[in-house]
């Protein structure tokens, strides 16, 4: 079974590398859980987006923050962020932004039903232009998740999952801003480390015009957990 996880994971890195010669936007992602008291966890998580030139990074993101276990299935979530753009290899826009978030969970049989919400405040600058301006978004995720190959996931789990996620700004119009629609497949290597990728499709709302990305994703999730029951979070591509 191990073999076959390898192999699927080097098929995807390689897909990803013949990609840079197709319209195809590169996403890739290492997060860290430290669930350090049973009520209370840490979140890191660091990007990279090949946007304009899949073999180009143009685009970053460092966050964090911390959550609480309310109850099994209820987590509150506060977030503070930095966010970078390039534009032609030029730092052309940075973003400061933090959040409130509240993610519930339902279950049904092995199925996860995961109902994230989320307010964020976003400050921006744009160092060519000298241009300060700020935003307030909403977003939904509605996040399936699955095992494949036992009943719940713990080390040695293929699962899979996929989300659709809705934006509005508040102080721009489109009210509407943005959907993503994301499926793949994860691999809880062991109690610590874990793998997901998949595609990623997002739509962009504007006055100017629409516009669609696709991305391929890859992501490295470390979990570090001292507790005796032990629960695998997945981010996803966010």
């Given at each position: 079974m191990?073999?076959r996880?390898?192999?699927?994971?080097?098929?995807l890195l390689?897909?990803?590398?013949s990609a840079?010669s197709?319209h195809?936007?590169?996403?890739d992602?290492?997060?860290?859980?430290?669930?350090?008291?049973?009520?209370?966890?840490?979140?890191a998580?660091?990007q990279i987006r090949g946007?304009e030139?899949?073999?180009y990074p143009?685009?970053?993101e460092?966050?964090?923050?911390?959550?609480?276990?309310?109850t099994?299935?209820?987590?509150p979530?506060?977030?503070?962020?930095?966010?970078?753009n390039?534009?032609?290899?030029?730092f052309?826009?940075?973003?400061?932004?933090?959040?409130?978030q509240?993610?519930i969970?339902?279950?049904?049989?092995?199925?996860?039903?995961e109902?994230?919400?989320?307010?964020?405040?976003s400050?921006?600058?744009e160092?060519?232009?000298?241009v300060?301006?700020?935003r307030?978004?909403?977003?939904?995720?509605m996040?399936?998740?699955?095992?494949?190959?036992?009943?719940?996931?713990?080390?040695?789990?293929?699962f899979?999952?996929?989300?659709d996620?809705?934006?509005?700004?508040?102080?721009?119009?489109?009210?509407?801003?943005?959907?993503?629609?994301?499926?793949?497949?994860?691999?809880?290597i062991?109690?610590?480390?874990?793998?997901?990728?998949g595609?990623?499709?997002?739509?962009?709302?504007?006055n100017?015009g629409n516009?669609?990305?696709?991305?391929?994703?890859?992501?490295?999730?470390?979990?570090?957990?001292?507790?005796a029951?032990?629960?695998?979070h997945?981010?996803?591509?966010?």
């Amino acid at each position: 079974m191990k073999k076959r996880i390898f192999q699927l994971f080097i098929f995807l890195l390689i897909l990803k590398v013949s990609a840079q010669s197709e319209h195809v936007s590169s996403f890739d992602a290492i997060s860290i859980t430290y669930k350090f008291h049973p009520k209370f966890f840490l979140f890191a998580e660091s990007q990279i987006r090949g946007i304009e030139d899949y073999s180009y990074p143009d685009y970053y993101e460092i966050k964090g923050g911390i959550g609480y276990n309310l109850t099994k299935n209820h987590k509150p979530f506060i977030g503070i962020g930095r966010y970078g753009n390039y534009k032609n290899h030029e730092f052309s826009k940075e973003e400061f932004r933090i959040w409130l978030q509240d993610v519930i969970d339902l279950k049904a049989g092995k199925f996860k039903f995961e109902n994230r919400f989320r307010a964020e405040k976003s400050w921006f600058y744009e160092p060519l232009k000298d241009v300060h301006s700020d935003r307030i978004r909403l977003r939904y995720r509605m996040n399936i998740s699955v095992p494949l190959n036992s009943e719940t996931v713990k080390p040695g789990t293929l699962f899979a999952n996929a989300y659709d996620e809705v934006f509005f700004v508040t102080t721009e119009k489109p009210l509407f801003a943005r959907n993503r629609v994301y499926g793949g497949f994860g691999y809880q290597i062991d109690e610590n480390f874990g793998i997901a990728s998949g595609y990623l499709w997002q739509r962009e709302f504007a006055n100017s015009g629409n516009k669609n990305l696709h991305f391929l994703y890859l992501a490295l999730n470390i979990t570090i957990d001292g507790s005796a029951e032990k629960h695998y979070h997945f981010p996803g591509a966010d």
